[in-house]
């Protein structure tokens, strides 16, 4: 593994962790929120911001 794929996947690992923060807070799952957002940033951070709270 060349050092710029560990760059890039430390890097996707800590941007996963916004989205999920977010979902969280939202009463979400983090684990699987970090997990979207490590994969799917962009498409996983507009998702968190719209979604509507948990209220159950």
Same mark, same amino acid.
Request: a neutral charge.
């Given at each position: 593994m060349g050092i710029d =794929? $560990? $760059?890039t996947l430390i890097i996707s690992a800590l941007l996963g962790l916004i989205p999920a923060k977010i979902a969280k807070e939202k009463g979400r799952r983090f684990c699987l %929120? %970090? $997990?979207y957002g490590s994969t799917l940033? =962009?498409?996983a951070l507009i998702h968190s911001l719209v979604i509507n709270k948990n209220t159950y």
């Open positions: =794929t $560990l $760059l %929120w %970090w $997990l940033f =962009t498409i």
